[in-house]
């Protein structure tokens, strides 16, 4: 079953901060986190492994609560660049498939 | 990280034609390869499972034989959309998994995109 994203798109100035959520109905074993730029493949940024695992690096972290079945996503002082559209992904607790939320579009505006 | 090539990034073909798109793992060997669909503003849909020496698994919805997979070698699958119509206009994207499966550290890294427009 497919992750649930929100919010479905997000506009901010240079600068700002930005938070997308991630949560899912069916136990989530692992998160995998992608940022996808028009017309190019989604880009790993991290994967979490258990709850209340946090990870980041440069000003993007992410968390995850296993309890929760959510994940979120958080980008701190945003840049141009963090433009896109950005996927979580479950896995079960077998591996195998990938699936992928609907997606947010963030637009990082000068 | 991995990296995973596609070929070709781009094709057009008449309708009725045959498209075979490659999926290269460049710097490890991916024993499964996944295939993706993506409509404009959309998810990626998983299409399938490549398996190195064994069949495909298609999710449902998918004919497999008009979406062909061959996994001939632990760095090669190819994806080929026989008779094509202009609905399978589409980006396709492969994937291939880094780690085993089940174990932590398990994701996987994406091709570039093969963008098919059937006249």
């Known amino acids: 079953q497919q992750p649930v994203q929100s919010p479905q798109a997000v506009i901010l100035r240079e600068g700002e901060d930005a938070v997308i959520n991630c949560s899912s109905s069916?136990?989530?074993?692992?998160v995998h986190w992608y940022r996808q730029k028009h017309g190019e493949a989604p880009v790993f940024l991290m994967i979490?492994?258990?709850?209340?695992e946090q990870k980041g690096h440069d000003k993007i972290s992410a968390s995850f609560n296993e309890k929760k079945q959510q994940s979120s996503l958080y980008l701190t002082a945003s840049q141009l660049s963090y433009s896109g559209t950005y996927f979580c992904g479950s896995l079960g607790n077998q591996g195998g498939k990938l699936i992928f939320g609907q997606g947010t579009e963030l637009s990082v505006k000068p | 990280g991995a990296v995973v090539s596609q070929h070709p990034s781009r094709v057009i073909c008449k309708s009725g034609t045959s498209v075979k798109i490659e999926c290269r793992s460049l710097?490890?060997?991916?024993?499964?390869m996944f295939w993706y669909r993506q409509f404009p503003k959309k998810s990626l849909m998983l299409m399938a499972t490549?398996?190195?020496?064994?069949?495909?698994?298609?999710e449902q919805g998918v004919e497999k034989d008009k979406f062909l997979i061959n996994h001939a070698s632990l760095t090669l699958s190819t994806l080929t959309v026989t008779s094509a119509h202009p609905e399978d206009s589409s980006f396709y994207i492969c994937s291939a998994r880094v780690g085993r499966p089940g174990l932590a550290g398990e994701t996987q890294y994406f091709g570039p995109g093969t963008r098919l427009l059937v006249l």
């Open positions: 710097d490890f060997q991916a024993t499964t």
């Open positions: 490549s398996n190195e020496g064994s069949k495909a698994t298609y």
């Open positions: 069916k136990a989530l074993y692992s």
């Open positions: 979490l492994l258990k709850g209340g």
